[in-house]
């Protein structure tokens, strides 16, 4: 445990998928973790196998659509492990993937963009009023390859992830010479519980992303969370307003 040995993380979204397995990875090379989600109860599992693994956890309730409710989930980090070193923005919904722009629905659009977007919004200023004083600080705000191309039956997921790895990209250069770095990761499919939703109400998607990926199969959130821990550590510390593509080669085709 060498990477984020006496560091203090935050990782909303961290019920399941890509958020609980970066929870556990930072968690392994030795930070504290703060996980955050709206789903008391896989968060509160996620902050108990870090637990039990013998790290040091905590769960917070999160809606990040709610600034009240973010700033709280910082506070309660900052206040049960003493600062924040680094930020996980994972939170985060598809929507749907089966509509055309003109078929959308306009309360769905809303209800994306509230969380893929205002959600990081909201998670990176609490973050930020936190890191600023200490002159220190790594964010990393989990886009998508739907953040580099377009994706079809999918313009409100696909606005929200372009519109977050602009925002990634904003905002680290307001910041370079503060000492905090914000980078994004953009996955492409990736083998979490929102991806096998879509897949149990199509089973042709399987297949269909499994040939889109020239490496022939899903990513897995271990994989991803790798990306997370380097992006969050000192071993990346010349990066910043980086979009960190982790595809199996889709983005080349």
Partial sequence: MTEMANKVALVTGAASGIGRASAIA????GASVCASDINAQGGQET????IDAGGEAIFVPCDVTRADDVR?????????????????NNAGIAGSFEQ????????????????????????????LEQMLPAGRGAIVNIASVAGLIGAPKAAAYTASKHAVVGLTRSAALDY???GIRINAICPAYT???????GIALNPALAMIMERAIPMGRLGTPAEIAQAVVWLCSDASSFVTGHPLVLDGGLVAT
Avoid at 72 to 88: I, K, N, P
Avoid at 102 to 124: Q, T, Y
Avoid at 191 to 197: I, L
């Fill in 72 to 88: 709280a989930m910082v506070s309660a980090t900052v206040e049960r492990f003493g600062r924040l070193d680094a930020a996980v």
């Fill in 26 to 29: 930072l968690a392994r090379e």
């Fill in 176 to 178: 370079a010479k503060r």
């Fill in 100 to 127: 055309r722009l003109h078929e959308a629905d306009d309360n769905l659009f809303d209800l994306v963009l509230a969380i893929n977007l205002k959600g990081v919004w909201h998670c990176m200023k609490a973050e």
């Fill in 47 to 50: 902050a108990q196998a870090i």
């Fill in 191 to 197: 083998d979490t519980a929102m991806v096998q939703a």
